[in-house]
C-alpha cells in the first residue's frame, strides 16, 4: 500500500499540470489529493450527472477550485462531428469523449496549457467489470498495456493543451504491472471492488464515500449515457436495416451507424490495413498486431 501511494505521489509530481479533468471517481479524486491548488473543471450534461455529488463533496473535503460546466442535451450533439473529425473514428465509446472534449476547451478558454486526467486507472489495477471474470488477468493487463490509447491525447492535441496522465506515467506502470491480481480484483464489505489495492492504499486519506464508490463509466458518471437513446432514435428500423445491406460495416447498432455516416462525411473511407496491421473484422481497417480493439470502430477481438 505505502509503495503504491509513493509511487502515485511521485508520478503525479512528474506529470503536474496547470489544472485537471475532475469527475468525483475515484482515480480523478486521488490526483487532486495529490495535487492540491490545481484548479479542477467537472463537465456534466444538464442535472443528470452522478458524478456531481461526489465532485461537491470533495470539493469541501479538499477545499478544491471546481469550475462546473453544464453542457445541453444539443450542445452535446452538435460537437459529435468535431469529435469524430478529430479522433477519426466512429467508435461508440464517443459520449465518453464528449465530457473530455468540452472539459479541455474550457481549460483552454481559461487559459491553461497542462491539463491533468486519471486516463490509465482503471486499465492497469483491474477497474472494469468486465476484468472480474478473466482468469488470467495480469496477463490481459501486461497485452494492453502495449497498445493503450486515450482520446484525451488526440482531443489535447488538437485544442494545444497537452495532457498529463500520471497513471500512465512509464515507471508507474512498470510498478503497476509488477503488482498482482489478488491486489486489484477483491472482496471488501460483502462486494467485489476492481483497483482494490488503490482504494486501500488512499483509504486513510479521502471519505469512505469516495473510496468505495462504484465504478461509472464517464458517459455514466456524466450524464452522457442519455445521447444514446436521442441518437438511436433519430433513425428508424427500417433505415437501418437498409444500411446494414449497403455499408462495409458491421454496426452494433443504430447509433453506431450514425455516428458512422457522420465519420464518411467529415473523415472520408476507412483506411485499409498497412503491411505491418491485421484486418478489423468489424470495419476492415488496419489494427496493430497486438491489439484487440479498432481505433476506427471500435470493435473488439476476444
Known sequence: MYKLKQELLLSAKRNSAEGMLFSGGLDTSILALLSPNIPAINISLENLAPDLKFAKMLEKFLHLKVYYQTIKTNEAISVIPEIIKILKSFDPAIPND????????????????????????????????????????????RKITKNM??????????LGIKVKQPYMDKQFVNFALS???????????????????????????????IIWQNKRPLEVGSGMTKLRGIISDKISDKEFIEKQKIYPVN??????????????????????????????PGCGSGMGIFSSHCKICGGIIK
Not at 484525451?152 to 492535441?157: D, R
Not at 473511407?269 to 505491418?276: D, S
Request: aromatic content about 16%.
Open 98 to 141: 464528449i465530457p473530455v472534449y468540452f472539459g479541455l476547451k474550457f481549460a483552454k478558454k481559461l487559459g491553461l496549457k497542462s491539463i491533468m486526467t486519471g486516463d490509465g486507472s482503471d486499465e492497469l489495477l483491474g477497474g472494469y467489470d468486465y476484468m472480474q471474470s478473466i482468469n488470467n488477468l495480469d496477463d490481459y493487463i
Open 149 to 158: 490509447y486515450f482520446s484525451s491525447n488526440e482531443l489535447g492535441k488538437f
Open 179 to 209: 503488482i498482482d491480481k489478488k491486489f486489484k480484483i477483491r472482496i471488501e464489505r460483502n462486494k467485489v471492488f476492481g483497483k482494490w489495492i488503490l482504494r486501500k492504499a488512499f483509504e486513510d486519506l479521502l471519505p469512505k464515500k
Open 251 to 280: 454496426f452494433f447498432n443504430k447509433e453506431h451507424l450514425y455516428y458512422y455516416e457522420i465519420y464518411k462525411k467529415e473523415v472520408g473511407e476507412i483506411p485499409k490495413p498497412k503491411e505491418n496491421e491485421k484486418k478489423c
